[in-house]
Nanobody, 117 residues
Framework: QVQLVESGGGLVQPGGSLRLSCVAS????????MGWWRQPPGGQRELVAT?????????ADTARGRFTVSRDNGNNTVTMYLQMTSLKPDDTAVYFC?????????WGRGTHVTVSS
């Protein structure tokens, strides 16, 4: 199976930046697209960005122009990044990494991002 571990969250002031990382291990050869999702306090989980195995990104409207998704397909691990800039209080959420395969839906435990002054 695939294991996912996110990191890089924290407290940042409005207008600041953060870079999140997601390390995938296990059967990484089965991973095609990966994605970043987020769940704000009291809200539903929503898609932020995806990136294909061939590095094609796609963004939700809320992320386009401020966030950049990237990916490093290593031999034994795959690492996905989310560079976030011009952060707003509305970006406060738990950010999750997702890497579905044909047989399983894989999620990380999430990393907390708080945007506040």
């Amino acid at each position: 199976q695939v294991q996912l571990v996110e990191s890089g969250g924290g407290l940042v002031q409005p207008g600041g930046s953060l870079r999140l990382s997601c390390v995938a291990s296990g059967r990484t050869n089965l991973i095609e697209s990966m994605g970043w999702w987020r769940q704000p306090p009291g809200g539903q989980r929503e898609l932020v960005a995806t990136i294909t195995r061939d590095y094609w990104p796609n963004y939700a409207d809320t992320a386009r122009g401020r966030f950049t998704v990237s990916r490093d397909n290593g031999n034994n691990t795959v690492t996905m990044y989310l560079q976030m800039t011009s952060l707003k209080p509305d970006d406060t959420a738990v950010y999750f990494c997702n890497a579905p395969t044909r047989t399983s839906v894989n999620w990380g435990r999430g990393t907390h991002v708080t945007v506040s002054s």
